[in-house]
């Protein structure tokens, strides 16, 4: 059983669609620690409430992203996952951190990559009257956003679209594909050799690269 530790900032939804995966037994893991830059997170909240370890390692303690990666990999080290996951974490890591663990954690992104790196993913969508949105889910590296890819899900924009509407729909996606690239990972079916991610049975386990969902 594979030992996951998740990195969240925020409300935590993904956090808790994997969790409810893990205690059904459909993703073959244990969700070991929930860390967390932000000490008013609510994914914190959902991880106590299913009595997961949590840690809040607030950046603002720390002078420099240096030091709040220090002890953030002292952490992480301790706990000796499988597989990290940043979930909404709002950090950019250093060296430090994704070159010991390169090929062990991954990053879900609101966007289909690479198009959109880094913030703001929605609005530039609507601002360029883009005809399709979506979500990827990639293995960190040093570059932000631009990780091995491994899978992506794409939904279709709708004419003149509310934002928090367009928001809603990209996360229903995330829902849905998160879990399944975390369950492959877990069974062994992804794997990262050097730069080149490797997929075995991909076809038989429902995600596709470039999967679409009608959300």
Do not use: W
């Not at 609101?110 to 959109?116: A, Q």
């Not at 928090?164 to 829902?175: G, P, S």
């Amino acid at each position: 059983m594979k030992r996951i530790v998740f990195l969240i900032s925020g409300n935590g939804t993904n956090l808790q669609a994997i969790i409810d995966k893990c205690k059904t037994g459909d993703i073959n893991a244990n969700i070991v620690s929930v860390i967390s830059n932000n000490p008013d997170a609510f994914g914190i909240e959902r991880a106590k409430s299913e009595g997961i370890e949590t840690k809040v390692i607030n950046h603002r303690d720390y002078e420099t992203r240096d030091l709040f990666d220090n002890e953030l990999f002292k952490y992480i080290k301790e706990v000796n996952p499988d597989l990290i996951v940043l979930a909404g974490f709002m950090r950019i890591l250093t060296p430090k951190i994704t070159d010991s663990y390169f090929g062990k954690i991954i990053n879900i992104h609101p966007s289909l990559l690479p198009k959109y790196p880094g913030l703001d993913t929605h609005s530039k969508v609507i601002e360029n009257k883009d005809s399709s949105h979506g979500v990827s889910i990639h293995y960190v590296s040093n570059e932000l956003d631009a990780g091995p890819l491994i899978a992506q899900a794409t939904i279709k924009t709708k004419d003149k679209e509310a934002i928090e509407d367009l928001i809603e729909r990209v996360h229903a996606a995330e829902h849905k594909i998160f879990p399944k690239v975390i369950k492959l990972i877990c069974d062994n079916q992804i794997l990262l050799n050097s730069e080149k991610v490797i997929f075995h049975d991909l076809e038989t386990n429902g995600v596709h690269i470039d999967e679409y969902y009608e959300v």
